[in-house]
């Protein structure tokens, strides 16, 4: 055979030997290498006689580009037409043959590594459509290009052998496997030894494509586990929808509780921990109370704590109390009102009790014998008063107390005691003989005026006791001063009595203050001697002993007035100005 017609991929070799598997491998690689840019050489056509040895063989040239010819209609499978023959059925099963008629390109395209399945007829229709007949030179028979589809081989694409004039174009083929070209002129045995090979050879490689990618079957039980899955899928977002809804309610609602008021607790579920002592103010209400018991965090809402007292129908007394950190309502109510008075040590000391009295009330709630109480009375200084004070007169601070069960005398005396010195270390008065004067001050106060003049009276007295003055010459002339010294309780007074000097707390006859305290001030009594209203008057009198209206004078003539007012009420009160 010449060279020109020696195409090695057509699977002979020179001397019509056809090659092994082996060498038929190595030429596919080679050419997937060289990307299928090389047209090979087709081989002699059939009755074209071979050219000499001594002529040269002719090279391929390139194809020239074709005009993108028109879509072609979907081509019919032949009946076979005498006198042509008929193509016979393959042995091995193969693709369908689809006729096209592509553009020629330049240079092919590389061949992707895999590509989608595409619908596959079935293998065992193999059909070699007919040739139309047509003049050519040489007489030979054109060969359409034939488009060979493979499942799962989209770019499988086998051109056969073009015939244009003497020149036979190579035979492309894109799988790399090369065909022999179909024409009448062929035996049947050739054509058949050429399917052999092919097979052969599109077999092993089949094989292992068809190993790789396999045609996926659509069956009810795989839409089943789709729709399924879809249903899953919508579920769990609705869940996730649904999660995150309800996380924006409570996170909103967790900003909105504070607005709206909605986190305050109202009351502590009780019973409490530990001990907090409260100090309840002579003339304080349960608003204030309710106040000081939030800030010590005994009860949670003062509101509430007041609503619960005016349920109970309880009534507030000075003195102090002791309570528990985050107590209930009702049991915080319940200390007040003296509900638990069995549990503990209970007694109350009004302001203006003279000392007496005092200890006769302590005894009374503690069992306290009285003779132990006068025995603290006349050694006032173990408890810390002024070197001045003979007794305890004046220092034992008036409210409402709760001890425990067996505190001793001096326990009690003690915390009275400390209750008044704190006061007017809080008012600024340190100096322990200032500090005597002040009690003085503050007892006359309390004895003397409204609570709500207590400012008026203390500035008053101040003024009496100026070197300067000259309307009273530094006489205090209080009526309670007289009754203290008397030992009685009277609003009237002898002229006898006023003229008494040798009362040392007459203070119509001795000027300047009296021997000492008359009875125990209370807290706001304590505050205006400490910080005295100032004022030009000399002369007050409480013309309603009811509601402790008190008038203030700078003359005597004035106060004599006001003193007229004061018989009036007494007359018209009988029994009450003794």
């Given at each position: 055979m010449s060279?020109?017609?020696?195409?090695?991929?057509?699977?002979?070799?020179?001397?019509?030997?056809?090659?092994?598997?082996?060498?038929?491998?190595a030429r596919e690689r080679f050419l997937a290498t060289q990307n299928q840019n090389v047209v090979p050489v087709p081989e002699a056509t059939p009755g074209e006689a071979a050219p000499s040895a001594d002529v040269e063989p002719e090279l391929p040239r390139p194809i020239p580009a074709v005009p993108k010819p028109i879509a072609a209609p979907e081509p019919v499978a032949a009946q076979p037409v005498a006198p042509e023959p008929v193509a016979p059925e393959p042995v091995a099963p193969e693709p369908v043959q689809t006729v096209v008629t592509p553009p020629v390109p330049e240079a092919l395209p590389p061949v992707p590594e895999a590509a989608p399945a595409i619908a596959t007829p079935s293998p065992s229709e193999h059909v070699d459509p007919a040739l139309p007949e047509e003049e050519h030179h040489n007489d030979a028979l054109p060969v359409p290009a034939v488009a060979h589809v493979y499942a799962g081989h989209a770019n499988e694409v086998h051109h056969y052998g073009v015939h244009e004039g003497s020149v036979h174009e190579g035979s492309v083929h894109v799988d790399d496997h090369a065909f022999a070209e179909h024409a009448p002129e062929y035996d049947y045995e050739a054509h058949e030894g050429h399917m052999e090979l092919h097979d052969d050879l599109h077999g092993e490689v089949h094989d292992e494509h068809h190993h790789l990618i396999a045609p996926v079957e659509v069956t009810a039980s795989s839409k089943a586990a789709a729709k399924k899955a879809r249903r899953r899928r919508r579920v769990l977002a609705l869940l996730i929808t649904l999660g995150v809804f309800v996380a924006a309610i409570a996170i909103g609602a967790q900003f909105l509780k504070p607005l709206l008021g909605m986190d305050k607790v109202t009351d502590y579920p009780g019973p409490g921990t530990g001990s907090v002592s409260i100090t309840v103010p002579e003339g304080a209400g349960p608003k204030a109370v309710a106040t000081a018991l939030v800030e010590n965090h005994v009860v949670a809402d003062a509101d509430s704590f007041v609503k619960e007292f005016v349920t109970e129908g309880g009534e507030l007394s000075p003195g102090e109390f002791t309570f528990r950190t985050e107590m209930k309502n009702s049991d915080a109510v319940a200390v007040l009102?003296?509900?638990?008075?069995?549990?503990?040590?209970?007694?109350?000391?009004s302001a203006g009790l003279r000392i007496t009295e005092s200890l006769e009330a302590i005894s009374k709630g503690s069992g306290i014998p009285m003779a132990q109480l006068n025995g603290f009375n006349q050694a006032p200084g173990q408890f810390g008063v002024p070197a001045k004070a003979k007794n305890l007169e004046g220092f034992l601070a008036p409210g409402e107390y709760r001890f425990p069960l067996g505190t001793s005398g001096k326990d009690i005396i003690q915390k009275l005691v400390s209750s008044t010195l704190d006061e007017l270390k809080a008012q600024g008065i340190t100096d322990p003989a200032k500090q005597y004067d002040t009690v003085t001050i503050a007892s006359i106060v309390q004895a003397e005026g409204g609570q709500a003049d207590y400012g008026n009276v203390a500035g008053a007295i101040y003024n009496r006791l100026k070197p300067n003055n000259t309307e009273t010459n530094g006489l205090i002339q209080s009526d309670a001063t007289v009754t203290y010294g008397l030992g009685k309780k009277?609003?009237?007074?002898?002229?006898?009595?006023k003229a008494d000097?040798?009362?040392?707390y007459n203070t119509y006859a001795n000027p300047g203050l009296p021997a000492g305290p008359i009875g125990s001030p209370g807290k706001t009594a304590i505050d205006a001697a400490a910080k005295p209203t100032q004022n030009d008057y000399l002369y007050w009198v409480t013309i309603n002993l009811d509601t402790k209206?008190?008038?203030?004078?700078?003359?005597l003539a004035e106060h004599s007035?006001?003193?007229e007012q004061y018989n009036a009420w007494c007359q018209a009160n009988a029994g009450r100005c003794v």
């Open positions: 060279p020109v017609n020696n195409d090695p991929s057509s699977g002979t070799a020179g001397g019509g030997m056809p090659l092994t598997r082996k060498e038929l491998r009102v003296n509900k638990d008075a069995s549990k503990v040590i209970y007694f109350a000391l009277s609003f009237h007074l002898t002229d006898e009595e000097k040798s009362n040392t209206e008190t008038k203030f004078s700078k003359t007035t006001y003193v």
